[in-house]
Every structure is written in C-alpha cells, then in structure tokens.
C-alpha cells in the first residue's frame, strides 16, 4: 500500500514562488493499477517524483508498504529505491550502451556479482520480449522497443511498486496499446503495483482500474475508473469527458461523410 499525507512541494522562480503540491493526500492499494491525471501544470509529475523523493518535498509523508521514504536517510533511501521501479516518458536510455548493460545497470550500481547479473536481465529481457535485442544499442531500435529496455531496467530489482511519467505519450496508438498490455501482463504475474501518471484517457480506460484527479497540486476526485467516465464530480474530470465526447461526435461526423461519398 501507498499512502501520501499533506504533501506539499514549492518551486521558488526569478520573481516568485510556485506550489505544485498543497498538502495533498492519497491512498493506493497495493496490486492496484492506479491512474493520476491532470491538465499540464497540475502536478502530475511533482507527485509522482516526490513519491520517490527525485524532488524533495517541502513537508507531508509518503509511505509505501511498511517505509516511510520521507523519513530516510540518503544510505536507507538508495536501498529503498531499489523497490522502486520508474519508466520514464523520454526513455533515459545510455546511448553508448547496448540493451543488455542498459538493464543491467541497477545491479552493477547495487554489487551484484555477475552471474547474478546476466541471469536477472535475461529473466526480465524475455518477460518484455526483447530476448533477441540485448546486443542492440538504442539508437537500433523503436520507440516502443526503447520503452521496453525502460521497462526491463525498472523491473530488474524486483521492485514492489512501478512508477509510470507519462510512460507512454510519445508513442503512437498502436505502440501505447503494446506497452499498455505488457504493464498489465506485468501487474498480474508479479502483482506489482503500478502507479501511472499520465493526461491519455485512452491509457485510463484500457488499464486503470481506479484513478485520481489533480488539480492546482491537490487531489479532487478519488475513486473508479468507470466513476469518473461515467459521473465526473471535479471540474477538471468533466472538462476531461467533455473533450473524448466532442472528439467522438466529430470523428462521428466525420466517418458517416465518408461513409456517404
């Protein structure tokens, strides 16, 4: 289980001072595919880096499982954060590496030995598929294949919890529902909680099973996912549904002209 109390994360600016998060507040069972969305600007990210503290927070807790990550030391948080996997939306691959050191580089900086080392990224190399890849640089390879090396390195601890930031925005539709089914692939065998920051409510649809809404750096509506599709109570969760519907009345429009010449 995640649970965040009152946390709270100000940037300070040339001329002033901007707060991301406002003693926010949230609870995340553990299994749970767990979507957090928001227009940009909202916090989304601030989260879900404090959650592992890549971003300090100004005051609050976030505990996941029996740690308290807020309270940690810098020794007691780097052994922590090996329980904490995250994939990133730019990839944050080494270029100068191929797949198989990519994966590998969380054990060699934990002092796993290395057979230890080969044997753990091979395990997690074919869970993501990419078997055949390990020799590969990342310049070799897709988007989604990139994504995948992502995966694979975030999975290669073993952690409890997978952090997604906006893991899937710069792949294209085809590819997302990819990397959308091997996540889900992933929370059933290994049972991992998996928290997605992400503004995609196709991505919210086809794998989340509940969701939060941010906004101005506080959560405003918590509950399902067919909730929030069916009866949104924030502002930003209407504004969010008002945009698929209008998109679907237009592509509506569009495919019975079609349909008509």
Same mark, same amino acid.
């Given at each position: ?9 100000? =940037? ?53 499982? /029996? ?5 940690? /030391? ?37 002092? =796993? ?10 395990? @997690?190399? +074919? ?17 989604? %294949?990139? %994504? ?5 390195? $975030?999975?290669? /601890?073993?952690?409890? @919890?997978?952090?997604?930031? &906006? $893991? ?8 997302? =529902? ?6 889900? &692939? ?16 196709? @991505? ?7 969701? $939060?809404?941010?906004? %101005?750096?506080?959560?405003? +509506? ?10 949104? +109570? ?10 698929? +519907?209008? =998109? ?6 569009? &495919? ?6």
């Amino acid at each position: 289980m995640i649970v965040i109390h009152d946390l709270s994360k100000t =940037y300070k600016t040339a001329n002033d001072t901007f707060k991301a998060l406002n003693g926010l507040s949230l609870t995340i069972e553990r299994g749970d595919i767990f979507g957090i969305i928001g227009f940009s600007g909202a916090g989304k990210s601030t989260l879900v880096r404090c959650m592992n503290r890549l971003e300090e927070p100004d005051k609050g807790s976030v505990r996941i499982g /029996n740690t308290v990550i807020t309270d940690l /030391n810098e020794r007691q948080l780097r052994k922590a954060r090996q329980k904490i996997g995250m994939i990133f939306q730019s990839f944050n691959l080494f270029d100068g590496k191929t797949v198989f050191h990519n994966v590998a580089f969380p054990l060699r900086v934990s002092g =796993y030995d290395k057979a230890t080392i080969r044997r753990r990224v091979k395990e @997690v190399l +074919e869970m993501v598929q990419l078997s055949d890849k390990e020799n590969a640089y990342p310049s070799q390879l897709s988007g989604g %294949q990139k %994504q995948r090396v992502g995966i694979a390195r $975030a999975l290669v /601890n073993e952690p409890d @919890v997978l952090l997604c930031d &906006e $893991a899937t925005s710069s792949l294209d539709p085809q590819t997302t =529902y990819s990397i959308l089914e091997l996540l889900q &692939e992933i929370n059933r065998k290994l049972n991992l909680t998996i928290v997605l920051i992400t503004h995609e409510l196709d @991505v919210l649809q086809h794998i989340c099973k509940n969701v $939060a809404v941010i906004e %101005q750096g506080k959560i405003v +509506e918590n509950g399902t996912v067919d909730q929030f599709f069916l009866a949104p +109570e924030s502002d930003t969760a209407r504004r969010f549904v008002h945009i698929v +519907e209008r =998109y679907r009345q237009k592509r509506n429009v569009l &495919e019975g002209a079609g349909a008509g010449i």
